[in-house]
């Protein structure tokens, strides 16, 4: 289909459809994992290895400089590790994508007369699903390793604040999928991004033995501001600066790359 007969079948498609259409992919995604539960594995294995990795090996030495022990890193690192997941999950939306191009899935999808947006915004569903779920994982074993949640409605308002922003990630993650070759490429893109982010951060530690340079990196990193509000909200402290700077990233994300992701996915030829 040329690109101009896409944009006259997206025109024609009111509201209702594609609802209706994101809803019949995201149960057909959803089928499909039940098809193949090894997909969940990432999202199960991952919130338990590297809580009890970080809690359990570092959790001594940083918690001591946090004027406490191990008890007071698991307090400190928990709602950080749910910004990590936020990020590091949004990954595989990008990597299924493009598996789904190459095994000429898209093909099918794109022939057929349904909102091309419909595809993106399924995926994007899904993979929030599946973010919530390794969310619900590392909970349980932050409790089992000694975490104490004091405000369930913080943890709840933490958990809502990181699917927004894991939602706007996801579309950098798409457009990837889509200008890139094949997954392998996706992931290795993805870990160029993710690993500056997710280390010159304030997840796993304070930032404030960091060089000065790096103090500007991490004060408007968004991982940073995800992670210090939802620690505000889980643990206490304060909120609103970190909570309003994450919120205008997830807003300015979204507002650049969705619309180049869907332009991107019309347009592939």
Do not use: C
């Amino acid at each position: 289909m040329s690109a101009a007969t896409v944009h006259a079948v997206d025109d024609r498609i009111p509201l209702r459809s594609h609802l209706r259409h994101t809803g019949a992919l995201i149960r057909r995604n959803l089928l499909w994992i039940r098809q193949d539960p090894e997909s969940m594995a990432d999202a199960l294995l991952m919130p338990v290895i590297f809580t009890l990795l970080f809690v359990y090996v570092f959790g001594g030495s940083i918690g001591q400089a946090l004027g406490g022990g191990q008890d007071q890193y698991v307090q400190y690192v928990i709602p950080g590790m749910i910004a990590m997941m936020s990020m590091t999950l949004s990954q595989g939306v990008g990597t299924g994508f493009s598996q789904d191009f190459n095994s000429g899935v898209m093909d099918r999808f794109r022939s057929l007369p349904i909102g091309r947006g419909s595809v993106l915004f399924a995926k994007i569903a899904v993979e929030l699903v599946r973010m919530l779920f390794a969310t619900a994982v590392l909970m349980i074993v932050a409790v089992l390793v000694g975490f104490d949640i004091t405000s369930w409605s913080g943890l709840l308002a933490a958990v809502g604040l990181a699917t927004v922003f894991a939602s706007s990630i996801m579309w950098v993650f798409l457009t990837l999928g889509v200008i890139m070759k094949n997954a392998q490429s996706v992931q290795a893109m993805g870990f160029l991004v993710l690993f500056p982010l997710q280390f010159g951060s304030s997840i796993f530690t304070p930032t404030g033995s960091m060089p000065g340079w790096l103090q500007k990196f991490t004060d408007y990193n968004p991982l940073s501001t995800l992670a210090d509000a939802a620690r505000g909200l889980m643990v206490g402290g304060p909120v609103a600066h970190d909570l309003w700077i994450t919120l205008g990233w997830s807003a300015a994300i979204t507002a650049v790359m969705a619309p180049i992701a869907i332009h991107k996915f019309r347009t592939k030829t």
